[in-house]
């Protein structure tokens, strides 16, 4: 499964980094990490974001300029890639 469209809850604990970027104007252009524990208060920890988009993005409100209109991007943890010592080969 792609990490991108697991749930709320797996990418809690995948410790999946999910950033809003303002996209309201080029004077803004504020951009924070969304916590996760508040996203899954709110939308519950079996949403998954790409199924839903626009219903998640409609609910982002910049916190510098108030605009309601932004994008995200979902960030797989840097420890990602080898989750067990590579194997040795012989
Ligand atoms: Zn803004």
Redesign the pocket.
């Known amino acids: 499964m792609s990490i991108i469209l697991g749930s709320l809850a797996h990418h809690r604990q995948m410790q999946v980094e999910i950033t809003a970027y ?1 996209e ?2 080029e004077q ?3 951009s924070g990490p969304l916590e996760l524990e508040r996203l899954i208060a709110v939308f519950g920890p079996d949403f998954v974001i790409p199924h839903s988009y626009r219903y998640f993005i409609g609910h982002l409100v ?1 916190s ?4 309601r209109q932004a994008s995200i991007t979902i960030t797989p943890p840097r420890a990602e890639l080898p989750k067990f010592p590579m194997r040795t080969v012989w």
Do not use: T
């Open positions: 303002c309201a104007s803004c252009r504020h910049c510098k300029c108030r605009a």
